[in-house]
């Protein structure tokens, strides 16, 4: 018997950072996951985000490593929003992922946290908080170093 649980905080960025996710395609969106995420036997805690980006709170299986997660969440998403053709262009997520681990003691803050997107983003940039969430985990040096992936 394996005892297994990890939560994991992702977010996924549009490409070139573009505001695709208006109301109606992030509403879809959320929808969709949840029905992605219950076929994959993750336990989606919150969802939420802007226009550029979105935010998970995930419980995963222990079948599932978090480039798996990641890498399945964003394609049929991908498929999702192309499909639906409610977009101007082709939607595509930036390259990579951002994946951090949650203890227990945080799931209800960082839910919260997730919940509360929309507000959050009225006073805060997506790149400032890419910035704070990178220097949170010690990773602000990985943004620097790769500052041109990170970059529009």
């Given amino acids: 018997m394996a005892y297994v649980q990890l939560y994991t905080h992702m977010v996924f960025r549009t490409y070139n950072s573009q505001p695709y996710l208006t109301e109606e395609p992030r509403n879809a969106l959320e929808r969709y996951v949840r029905g992605i995420t219950e076929k994959l036997g993750i336990y989606l805690h919150a ?60 799931l209800q803050q960082i839910k919260r946290y997730i919940d509360r997107q929309v507000e959050h983003h009225r006073k805060v ?28």
Wanted: glycine share 10%.
């Fill in 47 to 106: 969802i939420g985000g802007v226009p550029d980006h979105i935010h998970l709170l995930l419980g995963l299986p222990p079948t599932l490593s978090v480039a798996e997660a990641a890498q399945k969440l964003k394609a049929n998403t991908s498929r999702l929003l192309n499909r639906n053709g409610d977009m101007s262009e082709r939607f595509r997520w930036r390259e990579g992922y951002g994946a951090f681990s949650v203890s227990p003691g945080h």
């Fill in 125 to 152: 940039t997506s790149d400032d908080e890419l910035e704070r969430i990178l220097a949170l985990y010690g990773l602000e040096d990985t943004l620097i170093r790769k500052r041109g992936e990170y970059a529009d």
